[in-house]
């Protein structure tokens, strides 16, 4: 019976997203998988650090991609260069997206985060203390660029 298929159909579609949400995928899962996931809360990785570090700004990448969320905390008179290439190979997913649909290397990064989930701007004299600090927490870390006089602006090279 139809009903009865569309009801178990039903039934595993949940059991299935639900097991999806909680349980996270290697980073080379295929798309229709990592599509599925929201994003990560930072807040028991940073609160720690801001009470022992002087942390100048935070940005959580989400849409509008690393520069629509850095260009927020940005002062009027800088601007934040970011090595595209710096945190290692690009998700397939972002790859995979930009061939398919023939979407620009600027915009993709002004859409996704490009496997950045969280920028933290801090002095580079503090930047090994507090990498030091996410890495003993288990959490992967990158310098992925630099704070300049500037326009306010985000530039990636």
Do not use: Q
């Not at 039934?11 to 997203?17: A, G, I, K, T």
């Amino acid at each position: 019976c139809i009903v009865c298929f569309l009801f178990f159909f039903f039934l595993l579609f949940s059991f299935y997203f639900f097991f999806l949400m909680i349980r996270r995928p290697p980073r080379s899962t295929l798309f229709p998988y990592t599509t599925l996931f929201r994003s990560k809360c930072y807040s028991s990785l940073i609160h720690p650090l801001l009470e022992k570090h002087d942390i100048h700004g935070m940005a959580h990448i989400t849409g509008g991609g690393i520069p629509g969320n850095l260009k927020r905390v940005l002062p009027e008179n800088m601007t934040a260069v970011i090595e595209k290439n710096s945190w290692g190979e690009i998700n397939p997913l972002f790859n995979f997206l930009k061939e398919i649909g023939n979407i620009d290397p600027v915009d993709i990064y002004s859409a996704f985060n490009m496997g950045i989930g969280y920028i933290l701007v801090v002095d580079k004299n503090d930047a090994d203390a507090v990498t030091a600090d996410i890495k003993a927490v288990g959490e992967e870390v990158f310098t992925i660029g630099t704070i300049t006089k500037g326009d306010k602006t985000v530039k990636l090279v």
